[in-house]
Every structure is written in C-alpha cells, then in structure tokens.
C-alpha cells in the first residue's frame, strides 16, 4: 500500500514570507511519480509539478521550488515571497508504475496574510 | 475548447436514490479518472479508466458503478445514494497511466 502525509494541516504565513510545505510518502515500488496540486478558494485543482522518482534534481519555477529526496521519502514544495493569491490547499500526490492510481495527502491550506 | 467538463456542477438527491455524474473530454486522453473530495481531506479515487471499456476499482469503488463505451465519456453512478455519498466529485484525464492528470471543475453532491 502507498501512502502521502502532509503533516502540516494549515500554514499562515505574512506576505513575503517563505514558507515550505511538507510531502512524506511511502511506497514498495521503486518506480514512480510525485505531484503537487494547488486548490485555490474558486475550488479547482491546478497542476504545479510532476517528478519521476528517477530524477532527484531540485526544481525552480519562478518564486516555486521542489526538493525531492529519496533517501528520506519526501517531496517538499517552498513557496519565496509569497503573495496572497498563494492562498490555497496544496495537495502531493504518489502515483503508482502501471496502474496510474494515485494516491492523495489530506492537503496543506496556506493562508498569506497582506 | 472545453477540455474537461462535469454536470451537473450541483446536485441535491435523496438516500436510495440512483444518480449519475457525468465527466467529458474533448482531448481524447486515454486515462479517466473519478475521485471524491471529502470536507477536509484529499482526494481518493473511486474508479479510473485505462481506455474505453476498460475500467478498474480505485481505493473506494463500492456504491459506485461506472461505464466506458466512448473515449470521451465517463459516467459515474451512485446506485442507491447514501448520505456518506455527500461529497465533491472531481473527474480527471491523463494521456498516460502515470502522466499528470488534469481535473474537471468537480460536482457537488448532497444526499438528504
């Protein structure tokens, strides 16, 4: 069985702060695939990132970033400077080789204050 | 282009009830998926579709029955509606069995 925690339930941050977002997975398989999704307030869910678990190079987009971390299972996401409209669920997700069934933490509401 | 689409985006039924969501794409993307997003909480998957009239049982299939005649399609039928059944149903698809899955708007639904 594979499971995601994200041990953080809610962050609350002051605007331009950083703030990093906590993603423990667990799974038998030595192929897979880690995501992250945002949920603003409007309620739909929004692709921010896909990692393959062959490939542990960190990834920078804009004021995003990804640490990825096999040896401890975890997938954490940094949000630099953050803004208001950072104000949403973060979901990661383990997606299983060859079946495409993924499995979902509980999600981290950040809220950014102005 | 549409995308993805859901209807009806609101439904309010009663227990014992049959409902049925509705989930189209216009990309022809082989994977379909059907998750609920419970108040709280992350989303667990009920049924997923590799192709047409091929599906498979998620994490939490039973109440559910779903069907795949046409790539584009796939329903998502709550027998006998029970008030555990009141949740956000969100429709995915994906080009791959692991690719990145891209969400519909979600329905919510309301069991009395």
């Known amino acids: 069985a594979q499971k995601v925690t994200q041990a953080q339930t809610e962050i609350s941050v002051v605007e331009k702060e950083d703030v990093t977002l906590d993603c423990v997975y667990e799974?038998?398989?030595?192929?897979?695939?880690l995501f992250w999704y945002k949920q603003p307030p409007s309620g739909e869910l929004v692709f921010l990132i896909r990692r393959n678990s062959f490939d542990e190079q960190n990834e920078i987009s804009g004021r995003y970033s990804w640490n990825f971390q096999k040896s401890t299972s975890s997938f954490n996401f940094t949000i630099t400077a953050s803004q208001v409209v950072d104000s949403a669920v973060y979901f990661c997700a383990l997606s299983r080789w060859l079946t495409g069934k993924s499995t979902f933490g509980d999600g981290t509401t950040l809220t950014v204050k102005p | 282009d549409a995308g993805i689409t859901q209807s009806p985006r609101y439904k309010i039924t009663e227990t014992g009830r049959q409902v049925t969501l509705m989930c189209h794409q216009t990309w022809s993307h082989s994977y379909m998926f059907w998750y609920r997003q419970d108040l709280g909480h992350g989303l667990r998957l009920i049924y997923y579709?590799?192709?047409?009239?091929?599906?498979d049982k998620g994490e939490v299939p039973d109440g559910y029955v779903v069907s795949r005649s046409k790539t584009e399609n796939f329903p998502l039928t709550l027998e006998s509606a029970t008030r555990s059944q009141t949740s956000v149903y969100f429709c995915a698809t994906a080009t791959g069995e692991f690719e990145t899955q891209y969400f519909g708007p979600g329905t919510r639904l309301l069991v009395l």
């Open positions: 579709s590799a192709a047409a009239d091929i599906t």
């Open positions: 799974t038998r398989d030595t192929t897979y695939y």
